[in-house]
């Protein structure tokens, strides 16, 4: 194994509610109505194809303007509190002093990811992503292999020998189908079995060893 790939939202930080809410508030201030089950279809899915659906649901913004004033919300709210999944700050360190390198793979906007960057930069006292690839770095977004196959080149490394932590359906796809050990930690959605070789219940007590321990072993299987 020779880096470790992240997911961001619902991976490193339970942040799904705030984007739930700043999509309620859009739509609601437009006069429609935003379901939960809506929302919840929504979970890992590509900025502009949200927008796409929150314009139908009554948003009368171009898409640009839908992607931004979300991503605003969210990152107003993540401010003012960051919501840490268990386990992953641990992670981080465990992986600082093997000298693993990380990448954060996101579909929010740079400008999140890198606020999200800087909050673990300053919770551990050191950078710890190398690469980072956003919704707005992509042509296609997840479920599509580019973000994961452009983070490992970003790292110099190959992407089988990657793994890759997603807490959604349409991440665990992406990064199933770039190649990538997939560990799924599904959150608030479910993950089909066709996209992640290993599912876990959360970061919590996960090390560096144990990543190494999936990877070799899948890698193992898929060599027989």
């Known amino acids: ?95 600082l002093d093997a000298g693993i390198p990380c990448a954060l793979v996101t579909m929010s906007l740079r400008k999140n990811a890198e606020a999200l960057a800087r909050a673990v930069a300053r919770e551990l006292d050191q950078e710890v992503f190398q690469a980072i690839v956003a919704g707005d770095d992509v042509t296609s977004p997840k479920p599509n292999p580019e973000a994961y196959l452009t983070a490992a080149e970003a790292l110099g490394v190959d992407i089988r020998s990657t793994v890759a932590l997603e807490d959604s359906a349409y991440g665990a ?22 996209s992640f070789h290993v599912m876990w219940s959360s970061l919590e007590g996960v090390t560096v060893d144990h990543l190494r321990e999936v990877w070799r072993t899948e890698r193992m299987v898929g060599s027989a």
């Open 1 to 95: 194994m020779q880096a470790v790939l992240f997911d961001m939202d619902g991976t490193i930080i339970d942040s799904e509610p705030y984007w739930m809410t700043a999509e309620r508030e859009l739509v609601e201030s437009f006069g429609g109505t935003w379901s939960e089950e809506q929302a919840y279809a929504l979970v890992g899915s590509g900025l502009w194809n949200s927008a796409s659906l929150l314009r139908a649901a009554g948003v009368d913004l171009e898409l640009d303007d839908i992607v931004h004033r979300l991503s605003d919300r969210v990152l107003a709210q993540i401010e003012e509190a960051v919501p840490w999944r268990p386990g992953v700050r641990e992670l981080f360190t465990s992986l």
């Open 173 to 194: 796809a992406s990064a199933f189908s770039a190649g990538a050990v997939t560990i799924g930690i599904p959150l608030h959605v479910g993950i089909p079995e066709s």
